[in-house]
């Protein structure tokens, strides 16, 4: 895979492509192959919603059973898991937030420019800086071995994902994060062995320089965990008024298959977040794909609405609304994460000018979102009882129109 999927039309291919090869996926999903041929690398798509969860987990069952790629619609679910349990626990990201002011340490820096004592964690440093992905056993052993043998901050690990990943996402990147240091299943760290990397990484794509480091790895056992509270369990739409403008941003950049679809606006703002990608020195790759994953959408949603779309940045929403003599706009509720945390400020300076910010959920997210309230399994159990009976994903008859 050379390029990942940056508009809705080329993440609809590359999903299309993949169905011949999501039969396999249970049973391959594990290696580390060149290209990562077996798996969907739709990870960016998702992310941005180019694509939804459901249309990805739907696409398979024209070819094969409900069975058959039961893992691949597991997987899918997990992110949605992920931000359900974060949308409810707030504080969580609020932690990792505030672990930023902590400067990265010298050893910190030579880990992350792929410059330490084992061969394999290097090359993962600099494929994921070069290209803006890594595999998720990548990932797992990376993080593992950032917390576990170098010995290094959980949270300056995610920040350096953050800094890089395309799919960046703040639900399962800290949840991801913590998990493998032992946070999120008290109790259960995950350990990069030497065996599990040579069973899972072919011989001549190798290198095993320093792989001795991995073969007693010692947990670092954190101390004092506190189990998050649900502090935020109900979360309602916003009404949709008659008239307004839309705001269109990163978190979901696919309001045509959204309760929006049918909404008339009189003017059409599409934003990014750049100022936060400059504030945690996102990468270059990384702020190249936001931007044209922003003006695939502004074309799709001005061909859409008809209505002559803007892009910004989300600083600008004021003066975009004061130019359209907006007295309500209407936007799709950002998940917890950087985006989210500066609602409150935006939503007060906008009413301020007699502006109402309006935030609608998608009703899948809506449905889904109180399931995740403890593990996975009983999230999964719930959706899939859903699954079997037709109730998801929601048909259009049923949305709030
Ligand atoms: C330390 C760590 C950090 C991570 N950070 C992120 C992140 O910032 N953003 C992100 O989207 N994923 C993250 N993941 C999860 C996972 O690694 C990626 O979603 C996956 O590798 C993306 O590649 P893919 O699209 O080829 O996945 P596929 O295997 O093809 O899976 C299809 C889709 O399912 C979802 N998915 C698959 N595995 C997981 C998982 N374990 N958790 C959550 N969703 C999953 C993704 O949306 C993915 O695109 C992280 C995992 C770890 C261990």
Known sequence: MSEFAKTRETALEALQSFIPRSGKYSRDRNAVVEGNTNVSCLSPAIRHRLLTEWEVAEAPLAKYAVSTVDKFTQEIYWRSYWKGWLSMRPEVWDDYEASFENPFSEKAESVMAGVGPIAVMNSFAEELTRTGYLHNHARMWFAGYWIHIARLPWAQGARFFERNLLDFDPASNTLSWRWVAGLQTPGKTYLPRRSNIEKYIAPHLLDPTGLELLENPVALVPENITKPEITRADLMSDHIPESGGLWIHEEDLNPESSPLARFKPSAILVSGNGDRLSKIGAS??????????????????????????????????????????????????????????????LKETLAEENITLHLIIRPEDQMLRPFAKS??????????TRLKKGEFPLKNDVLPF
């Open 375 to 384: 593990g996975f399994f009983p999230f999964w159990k719930k959706l899939q």
């Open 284 to 345: 270059e790759i990384r702020r190249r794909w936001t931007d044209s994953a922003i003006s695939d959408a502004a074309d799709r949603v001005e061909a859409h609405y008809a209505v002559k779309t803007e892009c910004a940045m989300t600083a600008d929403l004021l003066a975009w609304a004061r130019a359209n003599q907006l007295s309500d706009i209407v936007a799709l509720r950002p998940e917890i994460g950087p985006l989210h945390d500066e609602l409150r400020a």
